[in-house]
């Protein structure tokens, strides 16, 4: 595939990590095309009667985040707010989801609530005019960059160069996926932006950019860049990948694979760049683990966004997929990569690692199959049969639900935070 125009490919071919990222694309290429399109592999049944005690948990839930939206001072702010709120996501997790103690004390417990907190805090005042979407969009990351702080032993905290990274998210992808930007206009910010995260001194062409080039400021603070070189060029690799992004949503001619391989860049470099942020430094089996990760995250994402890209036009793996037919054979290929990739981790040690393992897992596979349950009309009725027993919900209740709320979500999240 010829690199795309706007591309600063020649920052990133210098540095060491440039042949590693295309050696992790090489690998996970070939892993996706080597797993089989029969056969599901999840174990946990539910009966009818299971899935409708499960939903009348998760309608608790919704009716309880309703009554705290509708409060008359509802603000994330509140203390006594934010205590019930993840009391209520507790119960849901456990009464719903079927969590243990053990998971849930990982995730509500260990810093992950305080770490949330702090990230709205101050995310609200660098920058007030971020929207909802934008900040759940970055504390996504920071909950993973949250987890990976617990799978290498280390403390679970909001660091600068969490928040940083994170933030950079809202600003720099969906500029780059805006379709109302001219691409001259983002070629100049690609090449502005390339130039400060390799380390040169770049004046900022708007108010955009100087609040991009201040969270760069931040990570530079918490990592000096001649001690932790690879922190800076994972945030060049991700940049390089978000950027190659792009074309899916052009008319540039692209094959499967070029599709595909641009895919796993992206979702695979993102995670990558967190671990780095994390840790400052990784070993090979860390970064090799991370990558898959991550690509595997970027496929729920692009199955759970099929409908939407197919509507919009943004190709992914799945939109073309769906114009040859059912999702059926695609989706079981997801679920077996990510097994697979999953099963492959290595490098991580202790309980705390082991324990998060089976948690990520287990809400992965309920993205997928969440995912699925929205997107009924891309799988056949018999696929949609098979699958469904395998959720803690009916689909038939999610597609309800989704009909009802989907529209009022956001707007009571924005209210909560």
């Not at 504390?139 to 702080?149: A, D, K, P, S």
């Not at 540039?252 to 694979?257: G, I, P, R, V, W």
């Amino acid at each position: 595939m010829a690199e795309p125009f706007f591309v600063p490919v020649e920052i990133f071919r210098q540095t060491w990590l440039f042949h590693q990222v295309h050696g992790f694309v090489d690998e996970l290429a070939r892993l996706w095309h080597s797993c089989a399109t029969a056969g599901l592999p999840l174990d946990r049944v539910y009966a009818p009667s299971e899935q409708r005690q499960r939903e009348s948990h998760l309608d608790l839930f919704i009716h309880r985040l309703q009554a705290e939206q509708q409060s008359k001072n509802a603000r994330f702010e509140n203390l006594d707010m934010q205590t019930r709120i993840f009391s209520h996501v507790g119960a849901f997790f456990r009464d719903a989801l079927g969590f243990t103690a053990a998971e849930l004390d990982l995730i509500l417990d260990h810093g992950f609530k305080e770490s949330t907190r702090e990230f709205i805090h101050l995310a609200r005042q660098f920058d007030a005019r971020l929207t909802p979407a934008d900040l759940f969009q970055a504390c996504r990351n920071v909950w993973i960059m949250n987890g990976l702080q617990l799978m290498l032993g280390l403390k679970i905290q909001l660091t600068p160069a969490i928040f940083a990274y994170s933030m950079l998210y809202p600003y720099t992808d969906n500029y780059l996926d805006d379709s109302a930007i001219a691409r001259e206009e983002k070629m100049a910010f690609n090449d502005r932006f390339a130039q400060r995260l390799a380390g040169h001194s770049v004046a900022p062409a708007n108010e955009h950019e100087r609040l991009i080039f201040a969270l760069i400021e931040k990570i530079e603070g918490h990592f000096d860049r001649g001690r932790f070189p690879l922190v800076f060029e994972s945030l060049l690799a991700i940049h390089q990948a978000q950027s190659k992004s792009v074309l899916l949503l052009g008319a540039e001619k692209l094959s499967n694979e070029e599709i595909l391989r641009i895919s796993l860049e992206k979702g695979g470099a993102s995670v990558l760049a967190d671990g780095y942020l994390v840790a400052g430094e990784l070993t090979d089996e860390q970064a090799d683990f991370m990558f898959g990760y991550g690509a595997y995250l970027q496929f729920l994402d692009d199955l759970q966004d099929v409908d939407e890209d197919d509507r919009l036009g943004q190709r992914s793996i799945y939109t073309l997929a769906a114009q040859r037919g059912p999702l059926d054979e695609i989706a079981t290929r997801t679920l077996i990569f990510g097994e697979r990739v999953l099963a492959g981790q290595r490098g991580f040690t202790g309980q705390a690692a082991v324990d998060y393992s089976g948690l990520m897992r287990t809400a992965i596979q309920l993205m997928l199959l969440e995912a699925v349950g929205f997107a009924g009309k891309y799988f056949t009725p018999a696929f949609m049969k098979k699958i469904e027993k395998y959720s803690p919900f009916r689909f038939s209740h999610l597609q309800a639900l989704k009909k009802r709320h989907a529209p009022y979500y956001m707007s009571m999240f924005g209210k909560l935070i």
